[in-house]
């Protein structure tokens, strides 16, 4: 089963810039799966109109086969996405944000609190519960948004630059929890601007450039060609 299929997709922003020209991308179910390119390439552009964040101009998007324009909130329901930006409000305590999101996916409350409790202990933030997220460190900031992104159960998790501004040790816990959770079942796609990041995590790598996907391989074949 594929859990995203892109078909066609373009994007262009108002004022006429293309930043998508047409792009196709298939990742199947159980995937660890790099979008790889440079600043500006389009990578945030392309999740944020999976995730309905960003309208698309042209093209089609199914995850797990729900359909972007026809099936919206099942198709919500399959993703968790974690921004690239700090989104949260900073004057909540760390077990309200990721509890709040259960509102909207229809996650019973007591559910929600069993939950937050265990996502919060994997990505060791238990101890900072009731902080307010102001006073967490970058490192604890991206880890809280992974928790908040899981309390759905999301069958694909979408990371932008997950380790942006996350230092080299927690880089490395960070990856270690993603691989643990990959192997669980969840369907992983990430974005980076590092190819060492991509290298050491997926398997699977799409290269975007200027709008265009100009690679689309297994992590294997593409170093074999390098
Ligand atoms: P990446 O995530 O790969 O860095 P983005 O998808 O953020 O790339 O951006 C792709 C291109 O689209 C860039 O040239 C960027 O400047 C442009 N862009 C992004 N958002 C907007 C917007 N809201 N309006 C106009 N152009 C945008
Ligand atoms: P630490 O205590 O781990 O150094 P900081 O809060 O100083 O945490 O931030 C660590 C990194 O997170 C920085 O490199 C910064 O670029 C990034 N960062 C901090 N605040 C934000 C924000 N609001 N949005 C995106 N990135 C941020």
């Known amino acids: 089963m594929k859990a995203l299929s892109i078909k066609g997709l373009r994007k262009v922003y108002k004022g006429g810039f293309e930043a998508l020209k ?3 991308l298939d990742v199947e179910e159980g995937d660890f799966f790099a979008l790889l390119g440079p600043n500006g390439a389009g990578k945030s552009t392309t999740i944020g109109i999976v995730s309905s964040l960003v309208n698309k101009t042209a093209g089609s998007v199914t995850v797990f086969d729900y359909d972007l324009d026809k099936q919206l909130v099942e ?3 399959q993703i968790g996405l974690v921004p690239q930006e700090f989104n949260f409000n900073q004057f909540e305590t760390v077990t309200q944000i990721v509890v709040n999101q259960a509102g909207y996916y229809g996650v019973p409350r007591k559910l929600a609190h069993e939950r937050a409790e265990k996502y ?3 990505l060791g933030l238990w101890d900072k ?5 102001r006073s967490l460190s970058g490192g604890m900031k991206r880890r809280l948004m992974i928790a908040r992104a899981l309390l759905h159960e999301p069958r694909l998790l979408i990371l932008d630059e997950p380790t942006a501004g996350v230092d080299i040790e927690l880089r490395r816990s960070m990856w270690d929890y993603l691989e643990k959770i990959n192997k669980q079942g ?3 796609i990430l974005t ?3 190819l060492e990041e ?8 799409a290269i975007i450039d200027s709008g265009e996907i100009i690679e689309n391989t297994s992590m294997k074949r593409l170093l074999a060609t390098l």
Do not use: M, V
């Open 22 to 24: 047409g792009i196709d």
């Open 75 to 77: 198709l919500k329901k």
């Open 120 to 122: 919060l202990k994997q």
């Open 129 to 133: 519960r009731n902080e307010r997220a």
């Open 186 to 188: 969840i369907t992983i």
């Open 192 to 194: 980076t601007h590092y």
């Open 198 to 205: 991509a290298e050491s995590l997926c398997r699977k790598i």
